[in-house]
């Protein structure tokens, strides 16, 4: 029984169909259907090939897969580019007149096997603006999807136009939906979803900001980097309604030291970039760390070295952000797995920031950043108050900054708030700031600025464990990776296998004692992780003193998909492979 | 009313006979004639012997990296627009390693004062050619002279249309204590372009080849006439105008293009859950 369906809208940039997609994600949801949307783009504004797949059903999706049930060709080159990821059921929605030679040979050849649809785009909306909306609704119509719930989505986009343009859409939709009702050949709608709650429509650099808003985040200093932009003006357009500054910043140096700056005048403070970006800050995060500012840095990974593949995914920077900075000084570092962790997680490192008075990452990847659940709206009234500077003292002509204290957190205060001065400086300093060559107090200040490194290992989030007591096969994951590493072991252990799964939320600093036993019970440990070098099992390995029996690595610049993980398993659980694909099919 | 003195007497680690005391001098005096209290200033700077300005006096300090002391004034001044911010640095830093930043805080145009100690060289590095050491100027690093085009800031400045540009002398502490007073009365980005004479590494401008050469802007300059603000920031040779070259408050602050802001500083506001819920209630 198959658990879901795979709609892949793909065609060049600037056809809009990311504006489609976000449409019919959105009617799916509305609908009662779980959505995960992954995707692809190429570093180019117009031209090119980009997708947006949207795996739909009733759930639970965790992950993107790679075939394909409905090909929405905006393209005709899209039909050649993802024939092999057609499921033998599969329908391609094509535009019956294009006049192409190669286009007509392929949309015969799908219609040989019963495969193509071809669309009179041309006759459903004579103006080319409108095809989206030609395609959003014969989509809508297989799938069977409800017909006013589509209709009201389209009314609310177009809101803000003329009426006529909410007008005119809305009968281009109706003409599709009714000629797609006469068409809808051999396509297989959705099941009967349950009564739909109302959930969030939300990408990972969304659910960033959303944590952010919600631990106050006051200050966000950016220069646009992919796939991390999408936080800062997420950011931007609340900028006004939450009372926050967006600044972009004229490079990534600037960005971090504007973000210190505003930090140390009180405003929690977050920057966003991407690998190439966060090289650039190293710098400043070592400024951070020692003159013990508060920060939170996003780091949306994408695969490397120097520009790389910028608009693809990879996990390939998990030891630029361990040991980004020179000098020794404490930082924490943490990994959401999903859309739901990248709000929660966001909102811990703006309090783990304030509580440790340094720098405190948050990981994430193109993937991750880009894809789209429908989520509950976050239970505000759960979260912890964030922790904040004081404001006053008692006795404000004898305030140190960086007085020596038992687990060598200063009191922070704020310049400007009362008679009391605040001094912070990047060469070494004494207590109350002010620079000095004396290597005795270099020692203690270095011993200091450690301690706190204690604090944070105390309060570092234990790995999330999914399986029985015991497991005999563990796979191991961090970020990213637990959406498909979590699928791959449910159907392993459909099929009778024991496997256990550990997600790292956090992978710096690490505190052995809880998770040390579970991965010393586990009879085999698979380390999942996009990239070329088992970075996570080299840390692993360096830092608890555990190695794992070996690791599944991708980094041709696309997401893990579950299929994936259990291929490579194959060796070891025999029938994984065929399994997962019955369960699909 | 505050007093030279609230600002402190420090011993400091600069050259006898540098530049740099009369600068500090010129600082206090300013600060004082400000009337602001060592609570109310934060210093800012980079790195450099220009840069440890800020731990000779009383007051707040942010002692940051080299050249990226503009942005982390900026965003101390974004975060609190009550603080009275100064950024102090030197040449190389200011012009060579955050000249970038230079030339966005002319566009961006945040209240801060800028106070740039030029001796147009690297001192603390130990007599390298900086930014602005002239063109041909034999140093330790470039024994067959500078090779490249000194850079003119207040040039720059002006032609960027900054509002206020200045250019003083640390052989003139009571005029540069007044240009520093001006700076810092401007609403809006203030450069002070400060000629210090480096006594270890620059023998060629030193007090006396300055003293030969500067004299006041008279009387009659209009520094809000754009074109004779350029003729004076060009002159910079056998004769060199010290004074306020430009002033000019038609440009709105940066901060001014906030609306948050009106509102006072950006801390101790708590996050808004009902907003909140509303932005949440957008992605449905």
Redo the contacts between chains.
């Keep these: 029984m198959r658990l879901s369906k795979n709609i892949l809208i793909a065609g060049e940039a600037g056809q809009g169909l990311v504006t489609v997609g976000m449409l019919l994600a959105k009617a799916l949801v ?1 609908s009662g259907y779980e959505v995960f949307v992954t995707q692809g783009y190429e570093s180019r504004i117009r031209g090119g090939h980009n997708t947006f797949a949207v795996r739909t059903g009733l759930g639970p999706i965790r992950a993107g897969i790679r075939d394909v049930d409905l090909l929405i060709a905006l393209n005709q080159e899209s039909i050649s580019l993802h024939r092999e990821e057609l499921t033998e059921n599969a329908l391609v929605l094509v535009d019956a007149e294009h006049e192409d030679q190669g286009a007509t040979r392929d949309a015969d050849q799908e219609a040989k096997k019963d495969r193509a649809l071809r669309v009179p785009f041309a006759e459903l909306a004579p103006q080319k603006v409108f095809h989206n909306i030609v395609a959003l609704g014969v989509a809508a119509r297989l799938l069977g999807l409800p017909e006013n719930v589509i209709t009201d989505l389209v009314r609310e986009t177009f809101a803000k136009k003329e009426t006529d343009v909410v007008e005119k859409n809305v009968n281009v939709l109706q003409a599709a939906t009714a000629w797609a009702a006469e068409h809808s050949a051999t396509f297989q709608p959705l099941p009967e979803p349950p009564k739909p709650a ?5 990408n990972g650099n ?1 659910a960033v900001a ?1 944590g952010a ?4 985040t ?2 966000c ?1 950016f220069y646009p980097m992919t796939p991390a932009t999408g936080v800062a003006l997420t950011l931007g357009a ?8 967006v ?1 972009q ?3 990534e ?3 971090i ?11 929690p ?1 977050l920057v966003p970039t991407s690998g190439g970006g966060f090289a650039l800050m190293t ?2 995060i070592s ?1 951070a760390g020692m ?1 013990e500012t508060p920060l939170v840095l996003v780091l949306g990974q994408r695969p490397g070295p120097a520009t790389g593949l910028p608009t693809r995914t990879e996990q390939g920077d998990l030891n630029l952000a361990l040991y980004a900075g020179h000098g020794e000084f404490p930082r924490a570092i943490l990994t959401p797995g999903s859309i739901e962790e990248c709000f929660r997680l966001t909102h811990t490192a703006v309090d783990m920031a304030e509580r440790s008075q340094g720098p405190v990452i948050v990981m994430t990847d193109q993937y991750l950043a880009d894809t789209i659940q429908a989520i509950p ?2 239970d ?1 009234e759960m979260l912890a108050e964030p922790s ?2 004081a ?1 006053t003292c008692d006795e ?1 002509h004898a305030y140190k900054r960086y007085a020596f204290t038992e687990d060598g957190v200063s009191p922070r205060l ?14 070494e300093h004494t207590e109350d ?3 000095t060559e004396d290597l005795a107090i270099r020692k203690r200040m270095v011993e200091k600025r450690l301690g706190k490194e204690r604090k944070l290992r105390e309060a570092a989030l234990a790995p999330t464990y999914i399986g029985d007591e015991q497991s005999d096969l563990l796979l191991i994951c961090w970020g990213s990776t637990l959406g498909p590493a979590d699928e791959a072991a449910e159907i392993l252990r459909k099929e009778g296998c024991n496997v256990g799964l550990l997600h790292f939320r956090q992978v710096w600093p690490l505190r052995p004692e809880q998770f040390l036993e579970r991965l010393r019970q586990a009879r085999e440990t698979v380390c999942v992780e996009g990239n070329a070098t088992g970075q996570f099992a080299g840390l692993l390995r360096k830092d608890v003193g555990f190695s794992v029996s070996r690791s599944i690595l991708r980094y041709d610049g696309l997401p893990f998909t579950a299929a994936d993980i259990l291929r490579e398993l194959n060796i070891e659980t025999g029938r994984a492979q065929e399994s997962h694909e019955a369960m699909e099919r | 009313m505050t007093t030279i003195e609230d600002f402190g007497e420090f011993e400091t680690a600069w050259c006898p006979g540098c530049g740099n005391f009369s600068i500090l001098k010129a600082l206090k005096k300013a600060l004082a004639d400000s009337g602001l209290a060592p609570h109310q200033v934060l210093l800012v700077s980079g790195i450099g012997q220009a840069a440890k300005t800020p731990h000779y006096l009383r007051c707040n300090v942010f002692n940051g990296l080299h050249g990226r002391a503009l942005p982390a004034a900026t965003g101390a001044k974004l975060a609190n627009p009550g603080l009275h911010v100064f950024v102090e640095s030197g040449d190389g830093c200011s012009y060579g390693e955050g000249g970038n930043h230079f030339l966005a805080a002319l566009r961006r145009n945040v209240d801060i004062t800028m106070l740039v100690h030029d001796n147009q060289i690297y001192g603390l590095t130990k007599g390298q050619a900086s930014p602005t050491t002239l063109h041909g100027q034999a140093t330790k690093a470039q024994p067959q002279g500078a090779p490249s085009q000194a850079f003119n800031p207040v040039t720059v400045a002006v032609a960027m249309q900054a509002g206020f540009v200045a250019r003083g002398f640390a052989g003139k502490p009571d005029h540069l204590a007044d240009l520093i007073r001006q700076a810092h009365a401007f609403p809006g980005f203030a450069l002070v372009d400060i000629l210090q004479p480096c006594v270890s590494f620059n023998k060629v401008n030193t007090f006396a080849w300055y003293t030969e050469r500067v004299w006041d802007i008279p009387e009659d300059h209009d520094p809000a006439d754009w074109s004779q603000a350029m003729t004076l920031a060009r002159q910079f040779g056998d004769r060199i105008p010290i004074g306020v070259i430009r002033r000019d408050e038609s440009r709105p602050t940066f901060e001014s293009h906030f609306p948050v802001l009106q509102e006072g500083p950006l801390f101790g506001r708590t996050p808004d859950r009902a907003k909140l819920t509303q932005l949440m209630e957008s992605y449905m």
């Design positions: 509305r109302k959930r969030m429509v939300l969304q959303l808003l919600a631990a106050g006051r200050f200093a609340a900028a006004k309604d939450f009372g926050l500054v600044e910043a004229e490079d140096i600037a960005a030291n504007m973000a210190i700056g505003a930090s140390y005048a009180g405003a403070a710098e400043g400024l003159t709206p976050f505000l904040r500077p404001r404000p704020l310049p400007g708030t009362g008679e009391h001065l605040v001094v912070l400086d990047s060469d700031g002010h620079i």
